[in-house]
Each structure stands twice: as C-alpha cells, then as structure tokens.
C-alpha cells in the first residue's frame, strides 16, 4: 500500500455530526458508484473506499477544537496485481491534482450544507471553513471515481 496525497479539511460543526453526514455521503456515493466497497468504523470515526483494483481513500474525522472538526483523507494505491500499471493508466497521475482537489472541496460544501440543514432544525449555524493539503501532495479522489475503477483518465 503506498500513499499518494494527503488533504485536509475543516468544517464548524461537532465531530460527531461532521462524522454521520460524512458517513451518510459515503454510502450514497458508494451506492451509485457500484464497483466501490466502504468500510466503516463508526467509534473511531474512520471510513475507507475501495474501488476498482488500486484506489483506497481512507477518511478521518477528528475535533479540531470546540464545535469545529477536521477531515482528512489519505488516497493509497493497493495494487496487488500490475502495480507497476496503475500509474500508466492514470497517466503518470496528469491532472489528478486538480482533478481530486475539486471533488474535495465538493464533498466539503456537501457536507456544510448537510451539517448546515441539521442544525437549522435545531436553530444554529454552522458553515465549512477551509480546506488544505496537510501535507503538500496532490490532493486526494473522492471516492473511486469512475475513471479510478476502469483505469482511464481523462484531461
């Protein structure tokens, strides 16, 4: 398993609130993607995608002080066979940067506006905050897109 990119992100909200819409948006993603498998540890608040034969997001929700919470996503590449092509047929990884930071940034404003309609039925409000690469690698998929489960990567 090796690790591609790291992105981090941070949303007002309690971890455990941040953590069920993220659950939530997951397994409809995951749902309508097919081919993917998300696994869930709910107490830890961590999850992970799976898809096609190399991609693996693993997400984690943590406080990042009172009412705010971070997450992060971490993308490996788990190829057990043709490792040496997964780079081929995501060519070299061109343009998966913008590509993933996009989808990022998505599922945080989806997940504020999730967060932002719970509280709103009970009276508060609440917004993303930012976004950034924890570690200065590309940003990450969210989850294995369609491109990530057949291989081909468009421009």
Same mark, same amino acid.
């Given at each position: 398993? =090796?690790? *591609?990119?790291?992105? !981090?992100?941070?949303?007002?909200?309690?971890?455990?609130?941040?953590?069920?819409?993220?659950?939530? =948006?997951?397994? !409809?993603? &995951?749902?309508? %993607?097919?081919?993917?498998?998300? %696994?869930?540890?709910?107490?830890?608040?961590?999850?992970?995608?799976?898809?096609?034969?190399?991609?693996?997001? %693993?997400?984690?929700?943590?406080?990042?002080?009172?009412?705010?919470?971070?997450?992060?996503? =971490?993308?490996?590449?788990? $190829?057990?066979?043709?490792?040496?092509?997964? $780079?081929?047929?995501?060519?070299?990884?061109?343009?998966?940067?913008?590509?993933? =930071?996009? !989808?990022?940034?998505?599922? *945080?404003?989806?997940?504020? !506006?999730?967060?932002?309609?719970?509280? #709103?039925?009970?009276?508060?409000?609440?917004?993303?905050? #930012?976004?950034?690469? $924890?570690?200065?690698?590309?940003? $990450?998929?969210?989850? /294995?897109? /369609?491109?990530?489960? &057949?291989?081909?990567?468009?421009?």
């Amino acid at each position: 398993m =090796r690790l *591609l990119t790291e992105v !981090e992100g941070a949303v007002v909200a309690a971890p455990d609130v941040v953590a069920d819409a993220l659950r939530l =948006r997951l397994i !409809e993603r &995951t749902v309508g %993607e097919g081919a993917a498998r998300l %696994e869930i540890d709910a107490p830890h608040r961590r999850y992970a995608v799976e898809g096609g034969w190399w991609y693996r997001g %693993e997400y984690s929700v943590v406080s990042a002080g009172p009412g705010r919470t971070s997450i992060t996503l =971490r993308v490996f590449d788990v $190829a057990q066979r043709l490792a040496w092509g997964v $780079a081929l047929a995501n060519r070299g990884f061109v343009g998966f940067a913008a590509r993933t =930071r996009e !989808e990022f940034e998505t599922l *945080l404003a989806e997940l504020a !506006e999730d967060v932002q309609a719970r509280a #709103s039925t009970m009276g508060r409000n609440l917004t993303r905050v #930012s976004s950034s690469s $924890a570690s200065g690698s590309l940003p $990450a998929t969210i989850p /294995a897109p /369609a491109w990530a489960t &057949t291989g081909i990567v468009s421009e």
